[in-house]
């Protein structure tokens, strides 16, 4: 296969070592073979819900700092489509464990996941464009990666409970939106010099290792 030169794979392979362990996670394992306790994942919904109100700040930081006005609606619309298409899914499960959005304003982040939402905060206040697109790509393309890796290996995560989850990972929707995302990479990026290329690039990793401990944190 032709090795690609698209920044953003190049951005992958120095975080390969985080990206491969994602699947293995004793969390995800447990969700494949249908030994996940009800209250583990409910953990995992209320932490992740917790992660996303961050997260979808470092877009809002994003719109502040664009320089173009296409930019600001590239940004504009990615918070949208957080919010919106992985709300839906996440609110179905928050319901089923008898709880709103509004409860889970009261609560608070594990330590690791506010490591991680702390990152992602300080990144998108002190940094420019790039270096908040390259803080949240692991987030959004290593679930696409790692859904699709588990559902090639077990595929009856396509169905059972987790389904919802699942497809909404996988989707062939889904999938367009992340190839978006490699091309507003490139054209963000692929014309940025050496020092800046190798900053990007040290963020991206560092995101990498902070979505790894996050599924590590989970079981
Ligand atoms: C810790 C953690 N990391 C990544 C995601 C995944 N994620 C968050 S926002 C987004 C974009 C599309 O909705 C995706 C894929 C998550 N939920 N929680």
Redesign the pocket.
Known sequence: MKQSTLFIDKAISAANSYWKAYSKVPFLVAMEKGTLSQDAFRDYIVQ?SL??RA?LKCFGYAVAKSRTLREMQLFYEALG??SD??NKTRLAYLEEFGLSDADIDEMTLKPVGKA?AEFLLTTAKQGTVEDIVMVTMP??M??YDVFTTLVERSPHLAHGYYAPMVAD?TSSRYAAYIESWRQEVERLCAGLDNERQAALIDLFVEASRH?LA?WKMLL
């Open positions: 992740d992660y996303l997260y489509y957080v298409g992985e991680y987030c959004l290593g679930y990972y979505e996050f």
